[in-house]
């Protein structure tokens, strides 16, 4: 069974930071490019931040670019995401996605949010 489940979620001030931890199984996670994306109250999905199966390239959103870093580990089956610089405006729910030209996978997403 694939599963991919994100963690790290909470509450935080602006300014502060959250790394967000997503672990894969079920499928060759190595092998995938991952993504993150984000979805805030009201809105449509937006597209975060994405690094390449080998981590060799990795690309950010112009909203989340110099706060955010996106890395991964093969060996754990693990992609992150370091959220620092936090704003009000990343308020959302932060969901991983794996891909390649033929498979698409989603977990159930994690709130991050940001409140003083």
């Known amino acids: 069974e694939v599963q991919l489940v994100e963690s790290g979620g909470g509450l935080v001030q602006p300014g502060g930071s959250l790394r967000l931890s997503c672990a894969a199984s079920?499928?060759?996670?190595?092998?995938?490019?991952m993504s993150w994306v984000r979805q805030a109250p009201g809105k449509g999905p937006e597209w975060v931040s994405a690094i390449r199966w080998n981590g060799a390239n990795t690309y950010y959103a112009d909203s989340v670019k110099g706060r955010f870093i996106i890395s991964r580990e093969n060996a754990k089956n693990t992609v992150y995401l370091q959220m620092n610089s936090l704003k009000p405006e990343d308020t959302a729910v932060y969901y991983c996605n794996a891909w390649t030209s033929t498979y698409d996978y989603w977990g159930q997403g994690t709130q991050v949010t940001v409140s003083s």
């Open positions: 079920g499928f060759t996670f190595g092998s995938y490019d």
